[in-house]
């Protein structure tokens, strides 16, 4: 079994700044890839950002250069740094995983971190 757990999450003001953090734990024995999504009450959750193995990235045209994703691939870690952040990228962001976990295919949602954005 493998967990995801987010952190960093939090109110900022438009414009401001924010990290979000996320750590995969279990029995993994390799991740492909770590992707961050987010999703408003009412609207579908939505890809923000992913970064696959051999590092590309790729990022929805509502955050692409305002936010940057990576991964350390040894610690099982990714993180968002979001940038310039709007009123309109407020939502709950969650984390997800997809790997190989001892042999089983994992595909791991973590539990989410509310982002608002306001002033």
């Known amino acids: 079994q493998v967990q995801l757990v987010e952190s960093g999450g939090g109110l900022v003001q438009p414009g401001g700044s924010l990290r979000l953090s996320c750590v995969a734990s279990?029995?993994?024995?390799?991740?492909?890839?770590m992707a961050w999504y987010r999703q408003t009450p009412g609207k579908e959750r939505e890809l923000v950002a992913r970064?696959?193995?051999?590092?590309?990235?790729e990022y929805s045209s509502a955050v692409k250069g305002r936010f940057t994703v990576a991964r350390d691939n040894a610690k099982n870690t990714a993180e968002l740094q979001m940038n310039d952040l709007k009123p309109e990228d407020s939502a709950v962001y969650s984390c997800?995983?997809?790997?190989?976990?001892?042999?089983?295919?994992?595909?791991?949602w973590g539990q989410g971190t509310q982002v608002p954005v306001s002033s």
């Open positions: 997800r995983g997809d790997g190989d976990a001892r042999g089983a295919g994992f595909h791991s």
């Open positions: 970064v696959i193995n051999g590092g590309r990235t």
């Open positions: 279990g029995s993994i024995f390799a991740v492909w890839a």
